[in-house]
C-alpha cells in the first residue's frame, strides 16, 4: 500500500525553509499507552478463521509440539511447505496460543532460520513465542535467505528472498511475540554476529502487524531491495547496552509505512539505509530508499537516523506526530545523519513535523559524548548542499543543539545550547541539508 508523501520537492541547490511557531501540536501520549498496554488485532479473529489456515500442530503428522522444550523447526518448515501446497494462492500458518485454562504462554523453540515464502501469512495468536534458541558461534545459512552484508554469518531468524505477499500477524504486540534469543550472544560479546530477527530481500508487499520482535542478536527488522512494506502496532524490544541491534532498518526500499510502534533497543531505533550490495562478489548496486513515512511511533532509544549507508541515496521522507527519547534520558541523540566517506549519495526532501523530543542526554551505556538533538558525521564529503549556519538561529529560542565532525561547519554556540529542554517540532524541512527549528509553545 503506498503512502501519500507531504513533502515539498526543491532542487538540488535551492534552499527552503518553511517554520512555524508551535502554537498547538498532535498528542502523542494516548498511541504511546495503548500500544506499551498491548493492542487487540482487530482483524485476528477473521484471519484464523479462514479456510486457508493451517495449525502448526495439527496439519501435519508431525506438527509443532510449543512446549518449549522440543525443537520445533522442521515440524513448522513441513506446517509452512504443507500449506503453501494446499493453499498457494494465500496460505496461514496459525500458531495457536494456550487453550482455555492453560498456562501461556506456548513457546515453539527453533534452532534454525525459517524461509518464508509468497502468498504466507505467519499468525501468532496471544500469549504466543517463537523462540529462537541459536549459540554462538553459530554461523549456519540457509539457501532460501539472503546474506546480504554477512557473507559468513547466519541467516536471519525468519527470512526470504524474492518474495510477494508476506505477512507476520499477531493478536497483540504485547504477548505475540518474535524473540531472537540474543540473551546467549550478549554474554558471549558477540553483538551484531548473530542472526538477524527479521530479513528479506527483493520482496514486495510485506506486513508486519500487531507483533512483538525481541532480543534480537543483530538488526531486528531489515526488509532490503523490497518495496511496499507496512510495519504497524509492533514493538521492537532489545537491551539498551546491546551495540549492532538496530530496530526497524529500511534498506534500498521503496513505499515504506511505518506507525503505531514502540522501538527501545540498543542502537539506532529507526535506521533508514541505502546500501550497495545484495550478496558477496555484487558491490556496485546502489538502490535509492524513498517515500517513507513513520507516524504516531515512539522511539526510546538510541535514536531516528538516516545511514550509515546512503550510496544509492534517500529521498522523500516524512516523519510526523511521533516521540522520540522520554524525559529520563533514554536517548543520547534524537535525529542522527551519518553516511560512508566513499560514497554519501544525494539526502533529499525530508520532512520532521510535531515531534516530541524527550530528555536527548549522554549515557554510559550506548554514547558518553552525545545529548544533541541533531547529530551529523560530515566524513569530508557532505551530503548535503546548502547548510543552515546556527549562528543565523536565534539563541533565545529553546533548540537543542547540533553536532558536527566538521566545526567550521557550525558554530561553537550551537554546541552549547541546552541539551535538557524539550523540542516540540512543528514543521522541519531538510534538503541537502535544510534545518530550521522551531520556537517552543
Request: a neutral charge.
Amino acid at each position: 500500500k503506498k503512502c501519500t508523501m507531504t513533502s515539498n520537492r526543491v532542487g538540488l541547490a535551492m534552499l527552503v525553509v518553511l517554520s512555524t511557531r508551535c502554537t498547538k501540536c498532535t498528542a502523542h501520549d494516548t498511541v504511546s499507552l495503548r500500544v506499551a498496554q498491548g493492542v487487540q488485532n482487530p482483524r485476528w479473529a477473521a484471519i484464523a478463521g479462514g479456510d486457508n489456515v493451517c495449525d502448526v500442530k495439527t496439519f501435519t503428522e508431525h506438527g509443532a509440539l510449543g512446549d518449549n522444550h522440543t525443537d520445533d523447526t522442521q515440524a513448522i518448515k513441513a506446517t509452512i511447505a504443507a500449506c503453501h501446497r494446499s493453499f498457494p494462492d494465500g496460505a496461514v500458518v496459525l500458531f495457536p496460543g494456550p487453550r482455555a485454562g492453560q498456562p501461556g504462554p506456548v513457546v515453539y523453540r527453533i534452532t534454525a532460520s525459517i524461509p518464508l515464502v509468497s502468498n504466507l501469512t505467519l499468525l501468532l495468536g496471544a500469549n504466543v513465542v517463537i523462540q529462537s534458541s541459536t549459540l554462538p558461534p553459530y554461523a549456519v545459512q540457509d539457501p532460501a535467505c539472503p546474506t546480504l552484508y554477512w557473507a559468513t554469518g547466519p541467516t536471519a531468524v525468519l527470512c526470504g528472498t524474492n518474495l510477494t505477499n508476506v505477512a507476520v500477524i499477531g493478536a497483540d504486540p504485547k504477548t505475540s511475540i518474535v524473540d531472537g534469543g540474543g540473551w546467549p550472544w550478549y554474554k558471549n560479546g558477540t553483538y551484531g554476529q548473530g542472526p538477524r530477527l527479521f530479513e528479506v530481500a527483493w520482496t514486495s508487499n510485506i506486513t508486519l502487524s500487531h507483533v512483538g520482535f525481541h532480543n534480537s542478536p543483530a538488526w531486528t527488522v531489515h526488509p532490503t531491495f523490497s518495496t511496499g512494506i507496512l510495519a504497524e502496532w509492533i514493538e521492537i524490544l532489545n537491551p539498551r547496552f546491546t551495540p549492532n541491534t538496530d530496530g526497524f532498518d529500511p534498506d534500498s526500499c521503496t513505499d515504506v509505512v511505518l506507525r503505531d510502534s514502540i522501538i527501545d533497543t540498543g542502537d539506532d531505533g529507526i535506521s533508514i539505509k541505502s546500501s550497495n550490495s545484495s550478496e558477496p562478489g555484487s558491490h556496485h548496486i546502489q538502490m535509492p530508499c524513498s517515500n517513507i513515512h513513520i507516524y504516531r511511533t515512539k522511539i526510546l532509544s538510541r535514536n531516528y537516523c538516516i545511514g550509515s549507508a546512503t550510496y544509492g541515496g534517500v529521498y522523500d521522507v516524512v516523519m510526523e506526530d511521533c516521540e522520540i527519547g522520554d524525559d529520563l534520558g533514554s536517548s543520547p541523540w534524537a535525529i542522527k545523519y551519518k553516511s560512508h566517506q566513499s560514497y554519501v549519495g544525494t539526502l533529499r526532501n525530508h520532512t520532521y513535523r510535531r515531534l516530541r523530543i524527550g530528555r536527548i542526554a549522554s549515557n554510559t551505556y550506548q554514547q558518553p559524548h552525545a545529548g544533541y538533538f541533531m547529530s551529523i558525521e560530515d566524513p569530508g564529503y557532505p551530503p548535503f548542499s546548502n547548510y543552515v549556519h546556527p549562528s543565523l538561529i536565534d539563541p533565545s529560542t529553546s533548540v537543542m543543539p547540533i553536532a558536527n565532525s566538521n566545526p567550521s561547519r557550525f558554530s561553537p554556540e550551537a554546541l552549547e545550547m541546552n541539551s535538557t529542554r524539550r523540542l516540540v517540532a512543528c514543521t522541519h524541512i531538510l534538503t541537502n541539508l535544510l534545518l530550521f527549528p522551531t520556537r517552543l509553545p
